[in-house]
């Protein structure tokens, strides 16, 4: 794929079980992004979240972290190639320094969004 293309059905986020109590750690896939640019905002979006969730008070950036990787939850965005967004190149970064609520709000971009009851 050359990341300029969306796949058949749109560009799919998938979203991976750090703590080991999913078999194969895909949670689930979320498809229909019809851009790559949305796609990787919405992963990186999710990963703010998600150490968000595992931050406590007091706590340094190697605790976060640690406390991700034991109960986190990763994401990768399914055949971007190169054009992908990686959650390795900023992990330490937002582990070190807590997230806004909109750098966290995942669900504005959520392609399912509207189309639930």
């Not at 300029?4 to 059905?9: M, Q």
């Not at 949670?27 to 992004?33: D, S, T, W």
């Not at 070190?96 to 995942?106: I, V």
Request: glycine share 12%; with cysteine; charged share 30%.
């Amino acid at each position: 794929m050359s990341g300029l293309v969306a796949p058949e059905g749109g560009w799919r986020v998938r979203i991976l079980d750090l703590s080991g109590g999913v078999p194969g750690a895909i949670i689930e896939e979320i498809a229909g992004f019809p851009t790559l640019m949305q796609a990787n905002e919405f992963a990186r979006r999710y990963l703010r979240d998600s150490i968000e969730r595992c931050r406590a008070g007091g706590m340094s950036a190697r605790e976060v972290l640690d406390a991700w990787f034991a109960w986190g939850e990763d994401v990768e965005i399914v055949e971007s190639g190169e054009g992908g967004w990686r959650s390795a190149n900023e992990l330490a970064d937002f582990a070190a320094e807590p997230a806004s609520e909109a750098e966290r709000d995942w669900r504005a971009l959520d392609p399912r969004r509207g189309t639930r009851e």
